[in-house]
């Protein structure tokens, strides 16, 4: 965290630096087109442009400058260029409306792409129906903040992602609003990044797609009604606090998806109405505090591969399934957690339930392992089984069980 | 017009009618006499369709009885017991079968006023005596003015008087040329109407006469008499 | 055929059971939608009322109600009328009753708090559970003489229907695990209407992701038009089929 607001401290102080002269763009003015103005330009420079759709082709910032829009000016791709190119260090785009950049199968076309650059801010801008909307790569401690991005594609090829990061680093991903991408925001090989505050939702594909990127914080963001929720893969030493995952409901969705995690925190997040809340997969050492697990088809589905995961103060409300796992060999630990289908009694009034609680069902149990066993949902056999496992249990791992399950819900 | 051809019919193992095989014809007043357990029962209710038997045929009125149906229409049917929904009254089952039955000739309500039913149309079936029970039966048996009229022993259960109506009744109807066929274990009943005699035995009919034959062949004048001799030398 | 009809229809209104009935199923459904904090929490209660309760009390009032009414049977039946006429409307009757009672007591408080696909399917299905298992009764009641024997029967063929039936499923899925059996259990779901009513109630509803969660087939084939379709045809065949088996009983029944 000292790291990331140093780096904020770096970028402020950069911005202060280059005050330079002021250039004013529009049709009333000297400069007709953005790129002129750039073309004129000195590093330190600031270019104010005014309202106006403007047919830029391919505009490359290739200087130091600060640009302004006043009024949201356009800048039109016409479905043929990458609107914004950025090739140099700690340029502000600021207050555009980025549109229409071109779709390639073979080129990553953009909205707006930063290329191998230091301290870039791009903020206030709304971004339409761009192939990609924020492109970067090979990028250190750039801004991406209060940005609109939005996609009308209906097809998963024919889209490209909301924020893309690529081997980047200290990147600050902050209250944007992403929604009708492929990935609303895609990290690969990013570390020491912030992702905060966005809300990302009705995306093709994940709301966050988060790969091989380690050290890197998100939290209170909004995953809501994405294709199959947030991915977060093959990474260490994650936090995510505060966020919530909503409405991820479809086959094969997830609030999250986590796949060989490890060393990471999960606290407070609230999962609410997904097919299935967090399904966790070859992950180890994680930390799951207070979160909220609602109206979930499984509130948690996390295979026999995982190990040395902690879930303590968590609420499972309203589940269809609060648990779900392959295997019997359980190396993970459940305790004071509230589950509203506890039916146990406390006894000595001490808020803990006296007898455990057993989270995973006779029949999620066996459909984990007979997949067609499916065709009997809710029918009244598996609600007798579950019944009886209750009381004698035979089939489900003998030592998955909150050995303290609490009474009341955790306040949170 | 009633024309039966090797009628069989078993319940379970046990054969109740056996190869049985008669005609009757209008005007005819046939009574079908014999043991109990003889398939008296059985054959009528063979006639109305309640039984099916296993094999031969049953003619009404050269009407198939296995395919047909509207041919019980000409029939009126008084039942051993009678047997109605319990929970109906006497003038909802009477209004019922009119309904059903749906005939523009007018009713033969005779029966019922002799009988005093009207009184009582407002008693649930359920609650009523056998004798009352019979009463009905005999009552929608006679309603329709059908041609042919089965009564399976009609008199059993009737008060003396009662059953005094329901035997001049009957004389009345044969007089108009209707058919007949009566069970009765009372035989003293039966010699002033009946005119043809058919005794089963064990699901065969043993024989099937006119009473004056029956009479002349045995030299009696009571039909009980005549049906007791007949008896005692069949056994003999 | 349409007067027998009447009088049996109105004498099975006239039934206390029937009236308890609908009753019985106001009283749920309002019980349900007033405790649930959502309409689909309350649909799911419904869903088990639909399939337990109501295939219950349909087959075993239907069964007695024929046991009951044999003397009105053996009167019809010596009467000039078809016995198939009779058959058809002492079915007739007890369906139209029992579906009638089910609309009241269930799908129109459903319809009012839920007018949607699901509600609507669901008392499309509670119809046409009640329908079938009237005709399941009425092939049960004319199999038997005895009334105990009958109404054994009918309890036995219920339990058969929401709860053997599923357990056979399960153990034909342990013993056979190493086979690809979704597209079998799509066929042999059609062996079973309660089945065939839950997972077409299920597929409207939004847990069907769940069923969709394990194999697609399920929802590929039950969630299209094409395939719900041909779940209510099997349906209507189930209707179909036990009340002609049952007709064709009847037609040579000695009363």
Excluded at chain 1, 306 to 314: A, F, K, P, S, V
Excluded at chain 3, 65 to 71: F, L, V
Aim: with cysteine; charged share 20%.
């Amino acid at each position: 965290m000292k790291k990331v607001l140093f780096s904020i401290l770096i970028a402020i102080c950069c911005a202060l630096q280059a005050e330079g002269r002021v250039m004013h763009v529009g049709s009333a003015q000297a400069f007709k087109s953005v790129s002129a103005a750039v073309a004129d330009a000195l590093s330190g420079d600031t270019i104010l442009v005014d309202y106006g759709v403007y047919h830029e082709g391919n505009l490359v910032i290739d200087k130091s400058v600060t640009l302004r829009g006043v009024g949201l000016p356009v800048i039109d791709g016409e479905h043929k260029f990458e609107n914004v190119s950025i090739k140099a260090d700690g340029v502000v785009l600021d207050g555009f409306k980025i549109c229409n950049s071109g779709i390639s199968g073979i080129i990553d076309f953009a909205g707006i792409k930063i290329y191998n650059r230091h301290y870039v801010s791009v903020k206030n801008n709304v971004i339409e129906d761009c192939f990609f909307g924020i492109y970067s790569q090979y990028c250190i401690n750039c801004t991406i903040k209060n940005n609109r991005l939005a996609a009308h594609q209906q097809h998963e090829q024919q889209s490209g992602n909301g924020i893309h990061c690529w081997k980047s680093d200290s990147m600050q991903i902050i209250g944007n609003n992403i929604s009708g991408h492929r990935d609303g925001i895609y990290f690969e090989f990013v570390t020491n990044s912030v992702i905060w505050r966005n809300v990302s939702e009705k995306n093709m594909r994940y709301g966050l797609h988060f790969m091989f990127s380690n050290s890197d914080t998100y939290a209170s963001n909004v995953f809501e009604n994405n294709g199959a929720g947030v991915a977060v893969m093959f990474s260490n030493h994650v936090k995510m606090f505060h966020n919530y995952f909503k409405e991820n409901w479809g086959d094969g969705a997830y609030g999250i998806l986590l796949k060989e995690i490890s060393d990471s925190y999960i606290d407070g997040n609230v999962f609410e109405r997904n097919t299935s809340g967090i399904f966790i997969e070859g992950a180890s050492r994680i930390e799951m505090y207070r979160n909220s697990f609602k109206d979930n088809g499984w509130a948690l589905k996390i295979q026999a591969s995982c190990m040395d995961i902690t879930l303590r103060d968590n609420n499972f409300c309203g589940n269809t399934f609060d648990v779900g796992t392959n295997g019997s060999l359980v190396l993970n630990n459940f305790d004071h957690n509230y589950w509203d289908k506890y039916e146990g009694y406390d006894l000595d009034r001490n808020r803990v339930g006296d007898i455990p609680y057993r989270p995973v069902s006779m029949y999620s149990k066996i459909v984990e392992k007979y997949p067609p066993a499916m065709i009997l949902f809710r029918s009244l056999i598996t609600s007798l089984m579950d019944k009886s496992e209750k009381v004698v249990p035979s089939l489900t791992p003998e030592n998955l069980k909150d050995n303290h399950p609490l009474m009341f819900k955790v306040p949170l | 017009m009633i024309e039966a051809v090797n009628l069989s019919k078993s319940f379970g193992k046990l054969r109740v009618l056996n190869n049985v095989t008669f005609t009757s014809n209008i005007g005819e007043c046939t009574a079908l006499i014999g043991p109990n357990g003889c398939g008296k029962t059985t054959l009528i209710k063979c006639m109305l369709g309640m039984v099916v038997p296993d094999s031969g045929t049953l003619r009404f009125k050269n009407e198939n009885i296995s395919t047909g149906w509207v041919y019980r229409s000409m029939i009126g049917y008084m039942p051993q017991i009678g047997r109605y929904p319990e929970n109906m009254k006497i003038g909802q089952v009477i209004d019922m079968l009119a309904d059903i039955r749906n005939q523009n000739a007018p009713l033969d309500e005779d029966l019922i006023n002799s009988f005093g039913l009207r009184k009582l149309y407002n008693k649930r079936m359920g609650n009523l005596s056998g004798g009352t029970m019979q009463k009905v039966s005999a009552s929608i048996a006679f309603l329709f003015n059908p041609d042919v009229l089965i009564l399976d022993e009609p008199t059993a259960g009737l008060d003396p008087m009662a059953s005094e109506i329901l035997k001049e009744k009957i004389l009345a109807e044969r007089n108009k040329g209707k058919l007949f066929l009566i069970t009765s274990h009372i035989l003293s009943e039966l010699d002033d109407i009946v005119s043809h005699i058919v005794y089963m035995q064990e699901g065969s009919i043993i024989f099937y006469k006119t009473l004056e034959a029956l009479k002349t062949e045995v030299g009696e004048t009571k039909l009980s008499k005549a049906i007791a001799h007949f008896m005692s030398n069949t056994t003999a | 055929m349409r007067k027998i009809l009447k009088y049996i229809l109105l004498d099975i209104l006239r039934n206390k059971i029937v009236l308890a009935y609908t009753l019985f199923l106001l009283a749920i459904t309002f019980t349900v939608f007033g405790l649930e904090d959502s309409t689909q929490k309350g649909l799911l209660s419904l869903l088990n009322l639909i399939l337990f309760i109501v295939p219950l009390v349909c087959i075993i009032f239907a069964t007695i109600y024929i046991y009951n009414s044999a003397e009105f049977i053996e009167l019809l039946v010596s009467q000039p009328l078809k016995r198939k006429n009779i058959w058809l409307s002492l079915f007739g009757g007890l369906a139209g009753a029992l579906s009638f009672a089910f609309i009241i007591g269930a799908g129109l408080p459903v319809l009012f708090f839920e007018r949607s696909a699901t509600g609507l399917m669901m008392v499309l299905m509670g119809v046409l559970i009640s329908v079938i298992f009237v005709a399941i009764a009425m092939l049960a009641a004319v199999s038997t003489r005895d009334k105990a024997k009958g109404i054994g029967l009918a309890i036995l063929l219920w339990l058969y229907f929401s709860l053997m039936f599923d357990g056979l499923v399960l153990f034909i899925l342990f013993q056979f695990a190493d086979y690809p059996l979704e597209r079998l259990m799509v066929g042999i779901s059609a062996l079973n209407p309660v089945d065939l009513a839950r997972i077409l109630i299920l597929l409207k509803m939004d847990v069907s992701a769940l069923m969709g969660y394990t194999g697609a087939i399920f929802k590929d084939f039950f969630g299209t038009d094409k395939g719900s379709f041909i779940s209510v045809l099997v349906m209507l065949l189930w209707i179909f089929l036990p009340f002609m088996y049952s007709l064709r009983k009847f037609k040579r029944k000695d009363l």
